[in-house]
């Protein structure tokens, strides 16, 4: 008998749903896709030459992503524009006429992440 749910599952002689031979069967389609994964992945794919930016919406601002390619495997030059170094840059205009206590809220108002503004 062959049941066709999930998968081409066979019923042995004992009753049990995974047969000895389809266990053997699985294996050699699983080996076969991995090690096509593990090709693609390790050659990677050419990408033609040329640069690309794509902007997405982040919850503090937009973040973007600069991409350089010679039409290699891998990118020649890859750099991230994060959003937190250019809200930064309104700290200024937040504090002028205010006390330097004030400074330390209005920071906290941008909630900036240091990781990306040291870039």
Same mark, same amino acid.
């Given at each position: 008998?062959?049941?066709?749910?999930?998968?081409?599952l066979s019923i042995g002689s004992? $009753?049990?749903?995974?047969s000895t031979e389809h266990i053997k069967h699985i294996m050699s389609e699983s080996m076969e896709? +991995?090690?096509? /994964?593990?090709?693609?992945?390790?050659e $990677?794919?050419?990408?033609?030459?040329?640069?690309?930016?794509v902007?997405?919406?982040?919850?503090?601002?937009? +973040?973007?992503? /600069?991409?350089?390619?010679?039409?290699?495997?891998r990118p020649y030059r890859v750099h991230f524009r994060d959003p937190s170094f250019n809200n930064l840059q309104a700290t200024a205009a937040m504090s002028e006429g205010s006390m330097v206590a004030d400074v330390i809220a209005a920071v906290a108002s941008i909630?900036?992440?240091?990781?990306?503004?040291?870039?």
């Open positions: 008998k062959k049941i066709a749910w999930p998968a081409q004992d $009753g049990q749903g995974n896709s +991995l090690i096509h /994964h593990f090709k693609l992945v390790t $990677g794919f050419t990408v033609p030459a040329g640069q690309a930016y902007a997405v919406e982040s919850p503090r601002g937009e +973040l973007g992503a /600069h991409v350089v390619s010679s039409g290699g495997t909630d900036p992440v240091m990781g990306g503004v040291d870039r």
